[in-house]
């Protein structure tokens, strides 16, 4: 089944947004597979951002990232990539869907709340960067 990694920053940890945006996917459907509060370290975050590497905003995500806990979390579902991406709205919240979750809770590009996967190959590459396959869990949802 595909799996995408879904990442609460911490300006959403900070705000105590955590719950409701869990909610969202819980509430769409999508099954909750992987989740832990933890602190991203520099070496993470520049792999993460990897692609990033040499644009004006590489290092500021990178500190940003790195500075206070974040929330990841590994969901599955059927094209779970394209709907995690629908849920969460545009990159920049100022164009966001104000449905979505960028829409509804962000202001500002560089505390944009939410990072998700933008394909299933990178969804594959960042669950396994922040996950150790035995800290997946394989039961049955209901619904
Ligand atoms: P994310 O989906 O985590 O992927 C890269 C992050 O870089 C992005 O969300 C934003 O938080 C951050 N960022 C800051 N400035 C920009 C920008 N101009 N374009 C794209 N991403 C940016």
Not at 80 to 91: D, F, H, K, S, Y
């Amino acid at each position: 089944m595909e799996k995408t990694f879904i990442m609460l920053k911490p300006d959403a940890v900070q705000r105590g947004l955590v719950g409701q945006i869990l909610g969202r996917f819980e509430a769409k459907g999508c099954k909750l597979v992987g989740m832990k509060l933890m602190k991203v370290d520099k070496a993470l975050a520049e792999q993460h951002y990897a692609e990033h590497k040499g644009k004006g905003f590489y290092e500021p995500t990178v500190a940003y990232i790195t500075s206070s806990p974040v929330v990841a979390m590994v969901w599955e579902g059927k094209n779970v990539v394209v709907i995690a991406r629908e849920l969460m709205g545009a990159t920049n919240p100022a164009n966001a869907n104000p449905g979505s979750i960028r829409g509804s809770f962000g202001m500002d590009i560089s505390r944009n709340v939410i990072h998700g996967s933008d394909s299933v190959a990178s969804a594959e590459r960042e669950v396994a960067l922040y996950f150790k396959p035995e800290e997946l869990c394989d039961y049955c949802k209901a619904g």
